[in-house]
């Protein structure tokens, strides 16, 4: 099948070499030409395992290709997916991007088309959109919307091996032309939902909500266990056992990040207040989530006597998760923001995400070139990303480093008990 993949940020790049990979034709679109000069050549934009190989497999092959023509890619295509971004903006979703693709799309049209919207847009959008292209052209073509659920870290085997598809339609024809599209990657049986577009739209928001406020109880539950003696990490797995819970986003620590829960929350509650129906729960989920990292910081500046003015702090992890460079509402940029205000000297280390993270602070930080060299006189290690070569370090060598053996463990890594008995003083998140 012919397709056009409009926008190669995270999704857009992802869902092109994959659809790449099951045999179709696919011309990714993107306004920055440069951007665009660097795809070509097979160079990543972003840190995603599987995917720069992906990417290179299918441009060597042939069925994969980049361009900032939009016209000649929609000529050219059946199936065009929308997959640009939607930044947030004041709460609200800024949509310049995706009316400006849909305008563009319309002028280009020359005979029948499927147009998908794979952007996060607010409910009732992909219908605006559909009313933005009609405006545009008197071709036929039908629009669905297909919300992606890709985990970044895990985005191309999510692609691959998807738990669901959902697919909001207003033709049957739409749907079973992305039946045949979705096919080789659900033979293991997982659903394909068909749906009326709003339902689809909803369910996007609806599922990144939930798992956020998942994340934002058990960091409730991790804090009153702190005053109440209890364990968390117990709670957690005696609550996970349950199978009516399970123990998915269980996890306490500093909250959540990264380019979709953050935005997805806020932009629903903007929904309901535009509807004049407030979603309490998600603006208590938000309320909770900043506070989580104002509290971590709080813990750190105590320990301190309230004073981190000349101590030198060492950050393991920018990311906002492992497995990503992404520091899109990444805890480390409030944490270290905050220690830099009181004085502290910061150096930080990641095995991805430090380019990213200099574009934030420059000279403000240092980077040090690996974990270890990052501790060199340290006052105190504060884990913020629970990036695998963490897990189980040279303690040892850790407490040689360091000026003073301190760790703030913000994910509940080490084992408190096994900590202090190698004499480091230890901050958990909710435990004993």
């Known amino acids: 099948m012919n397709i056009a993949v409009i926008g190669t940020g995270y999704v857009g790049l992802v869902a092109g070499a994959c659809f790449a990979e099951s045999g179709n034709d696919v011309i990714c679109v993107d306004s920055d030409q440069d951007k665009v000069k660097a795809l070509s050549k097979g160079k990543m934009p972003i840190y995603e395992p599987g995917l720069p190989e992906i990417v290179q497999r299918n441009l060597t092959q042939g069925r994969l290709s980049f361009t900032s023509d939009l016209a000649a890619a929609v000529k050219k295509s059946f199936v065009l997916f929308v997959a640009?971004?939607?930044?947030?903006?004041?709460?609200?979703?800024?949509?310049?991007?995706?009316?400006?693709?849909?305008?563009?799309?319309?002028?280009?049209?020359?005979?029948f088309k499927v147009v998908v919207m794979?952007?996060?847009?607010?409910?009732?959008?992909?219908?605006?959109?559909?009313?933005?292209?009609?405006?545009?052209?008197?071709?036929?073509?039908?629009?669905?919307?297909?919300?992606?659920?890709?985990?970044?870290?895990?985005?191309?085997?999510?692609?691959?091996?998807?738990?669901?598809?959902?697919?909001?339609?207003?033709?049957?024809?739409?749907?079973?032309?992305?039946?045949?599209?979705?096919?080789?990657?659900?033979?293991?049986?997982?659903?394909?939902?068909?749906?009326?577009?709003?339902?689809?739209?909803?369910?996007?928001?609806?599922?990144?909500?939930?798992?956020?406020?998942?994340?934002?109880?058990?960091?409730?539950?991790?804090?009153?266990?702190?005053?109440?003696?209890?364990?968390?990490?117990?709670?957690?797995?005696g609550m996970g056992l349950d199978r009516r819970i399970g123990s998915s986003f269980l996890f306490p620590g500093l909250g959540f990040g990264g380019s979709c829960f953050p935005k997805d929350v806020e932009a629903l509650i903007a929904s309901g207040r535009r509807q004049d129906y407030p979603l309490r729960i998600l603006e208590a989920v938000a309320r909770v989530n900043a506070h989580q990292r104002v509290r971590f910081l709080e813990r750190v500046i105590a320990h301190f006597d309230g004073d981190?003015?000349?101590?030198?702090?060492?950050?393991?992890?920018?990311?906002?998760?492992?497995?990503?460079?992404?520091?899109?509402?990444?805890?480390?940029?409030?944490?270290?923001?905050?220690?830099?205000?009181?004085?502290?000297?910061?150096?930080?280390?990641?095995?991805?995400?430090?380019?990213?993270?200099?574009?934030?602070?420059?000279?403000?930080?240092?980077?040090?070139?690996?974990?270890?060299?990052?501790?060199?006189?340290?006052?105190?290690?504060?884990?913020?990303?629970?990036w695998q070569a963490f897990r189980n370090p040279n303690f040892d060598r850790m407490k040689d480093a360091m000026r003073q053996a301190t760790v703030f463990d913000g994910r509940n890594v080490y084992d408190p008990e096994n900590m202090r008995e190698m004499g480091f003083t230890y901050y958990g998140i909710g435990r004993k």
């Open 308 to 386: 981190v003015a000349g101590k030198r702090l060492a950050i393991w992890g920018l990311a906002f998760k492992p497995r990503t460079n992404d520091i899109r509402e990444a805890p480390s940029i409030d944490i270290i923001k905050g220690l830099l205000n009181g004085g502290a000297t910061v150096v930080a280390y990641d095995p991805e995400a430090m380019d990213e993270a200099r574009k934030v602070f420059a000279s403000r930080v240092e980077f040090a070139g690996s974990d270890y060299e990052c501790l060199t006189g340290a006052d105190a290690l504060l884990l913020i990303t629970e």
């Open 118 to 237: 794979k952007s996060t847009v607010p409910v009732g959008m992909t219908e605006q959109i559909r009313d933005l292209i009609r405006a545009e052209t008197d071709q036929p073509f039908d629009v669905v919307s297909n919300p992606e659920f890709m985990k970044e870290g895990a985005a191309v085997e999510d692609f691959m091996k998807p738990d669901r598809v959902v697919l909001g339609v207003e033709d049957v024809r739409a749907a079973e032309v992305l039946r045949e599209l979705y096919a080789p990657f659900v033979r293991t049986g997982s659903p394909v939902l068909i749906t009326d577009i709003r339902t689809a739209e909803m369910t996007k928001y609806a599922s990144n909500a939930y798992l956020a406020t998942r994340v934002s109880f058990m960091n409730e539950i991790a804090n009153l266990c702190e005053y109440s003696g209890a364990d968390v990490e117990l709670v957690r797995r």
């Open 84 to 111: 640009v971004g939607t930044p947030q903006a004041g709460g609200e979703i800024d949509l310049t991007a995706v009316r400006s693709v849909a305008a563009g799309i319309g002028r280009s049209m020359k005979d």
